[in-house]
Nanobody, 126 residues
Framework: QVQLVESGGGLVQAGGSLRLSCVVS????????MGWFRQTPGKEREFVAA????????YYADSVKGRFTISRDNAKNTVHLQMNSLKPEDTAVYYC???????????????????WGQGTQVTVSS
């Protein structure tokens, strides 16, 4: 059984930083791309960042480029999202996701992921 468990969310002031972590169990973590998505009430879940199986390729949504950094530690089955210079519009539930296809270098759409974490709330106050 594949499980993804996120941690690190919370309340932070605008301009502050948070680091999200996601630990994966139940599959060969290092073979698959990983990603982060976020969702606010009444809106569709949106792509935030993705990383290839090796960590050598990353991709970001324009809204977070230059502020967020995705990384992974394959020895610890963990993917991180470092979020700096946070803005109130970053407030959302953040989801970690594991890629469906090991042949893909990067996955940026929900369809390309088949396992999801439970989500962690990030709230940025102004």
């Amino acid at each position: 059984q594949v499980q993804l468990v996120e941690s690190g969310g919370g309340l932070v002031q605008a301009g502050g930083s948070l680091r999200l972590s996601c630990v994966v169990s139940g599959r060969t973590f290092s073979r698959y791309p990983m990603g982060w998505f976020r969702q606010t009430p009444g809106k569709e879940r949106e792509f935030v960042a993705a990383i290839s199986w090796s960590g050598g390729t990353t991709y970001y949504a324009d809204s977070v480029k230059g502020r967020f950094t995705i990384s992974r530690d394959n020895a610890k089955n963990t993917v991180h999202l470092q979020m700096n210079s946070l803005k109130p519009e970053d407030t959302a539930v953040y989801y970690c996701a594991a890629g469906r296809n090991p042949s893909l270098t990067i996955a940026t759409t929900e369809f390309e992921y088949n396992y999801w974490g439970q989500g962690t709330q990030v709230t940025v106050s102004s």
